[in-house]
């Protein structure tokens, strides 16, 4: 279900059961999931990825290639219920974990990652990784890709 307005990019992916409130902006090749709440006015920029279950609260940013994992949610609204709404903005690159929320008026730097189950109650570096309630730095963008590449690096030893 869509609002008025709406404008949605090429090659987008819209699976079932998503809200998409008026005059929201979709990128070109974003895939957006089950059960998502769109708010209204929302950009989501190009490629990005948002999974099943997520809430995108009145007037949020994202930039290109955000991902975010299921069950996470972006709040607008610092003392509900105001008048005063100030959404968060995501920058490109980001990756948000599963079961994040994202308070209002913060902004998430450009290839930062945000851990799982993180609340994020301020604003986070580029290229930084932060985890936890409330979220904090854990790591640098390097040091989790390291990590990361160790990870896959073992699971591709292990016969399946």
Known sequence: MAGANVEIGVDCAIWNYVIIGEGTKIGA???????????KNVTVGKNCNIQAHVTISNGCVLGDNVFIAPNSSLLNDKYPKSSYLTPPVIQNDVA?????????????????????GSVVTSDVPAR???????AKKVMTLEEFEAKREEFLAQKRKVPQ
């Not at 090749?29 to 708010?39: I, N, P, Q, Y």
């Not at 079961?99 to 851990?115: F, Q, R, S």
């Open 96 to 116: 948000i974990g599963g079961g994040v929320t994202i308070l209002p008026n913060v902004i998430v730097g450009e290839k930062a990652v945000v851990g799982g």
């Open 29 to 39: 090749g974003t895939v957006v999931g089950s059960f998502v709440d769109l708010g």
């Open 128 to 134: 930084t990784v932060v985890a936890g309630c409330p």
